[in-house]
């Protein structure tokens, strides 16, 4: 048996996940409105009544506005569905709505249960916000984590930078100058230093620095915030599982002549 809740939430704040330190602006009066849409499912065997310990639950922003809002609204419902534990996988052809999806979880969960005897819950949570909602951009993350088996779950969150005007998500070298790699890397590095305690010559592989090379550069996994952009790298891209995320943030300032000069302002492009 499955247990369903569901709510939608007005444009009024954002979901705050404490996985992301930029901060979420409201949506009174932004060009695209949105409200946080919530899901949860919840398994029982009949047999322990009240037992919670596998689940499915999870919020996401739903966009109004037309066209530009429907295009956003179809590529992160498609994200969630490709790219998270929730992917279904191959031969199901089910509806891919994350609510649907979520069902699907718990019935693997059930299957998988009653096929090998475990024991362990599978845990899914998806938690979303906006970041930053202008007239030029519009900026959310989507922060999941899973745990289907095995030594631990596993945390991740993805950046989504779009064209308010258009729902086009944009890409790294849509919003800086050409040439920008390796004077971008360099702030970066400096950054990562100054925050670690490290000094010019230490590694960056070392202890204090914890990454698995002596380097680090861009991600593209990054969000324009009204304070400046962030780069977020998820456990296991550039440090153990043991030292979560990463997160580089440069500020609009220490990034002129490499933003292009139309998304300098973007952090004076924003609701109050």
Known sequence: MFVLSGRACNGSGPHDPSSFS????????????????RFEKV???????GERDTWCKGEYPVFSGGAA???????????????????????????RTPEALAGHFLKVYDKDRQETGMGMPYQFELSGAVLLNGTKLLTMQLSSYA???????????????????????????????????????ALIEARFREERGLSASDRLDGEKG?????????????????SGVVFLYNPYEIASYAAGQTEIELHYGE????LKPEYLDVHRDQVP
């Open 22 to 37: 930029g901060t979420p602006v409201k949506a009174a009066a932004a060009v695209t409105g949105y409200e946080m849409k």
């Open 43 to 49: 398994y029982s065997d009949a047999k322990t009544p």
């Open 69 to 95: 809002a429907s295009s956003i609204n179809r590529m992160v419902a498609a994200w969630i569905a490709d790219s998270t534990a929730l992917s279904p996988g191959e031969g199901y052809s089910g509806p």
């Open 147 to 185: 745990y289907t088996g095995g030594a631990h779950g596993m945390h991740m969150t993805t950046c989504f930078v779009f064209d308010a005007a258009t729902g086009r998500r944009l890409v790294i070298d849509d919003v800086f100058v050409p040439g920008f790699k390796d004077r971008l890397n």
């Open 210 to 226: 914890g990454l698995f090379e002596n380097r680090i550069a861009f991600t593209t996994n990054f969000a324009m915030t009204p």
């Open 255 to 258: 990034l002129k002549g490499l």
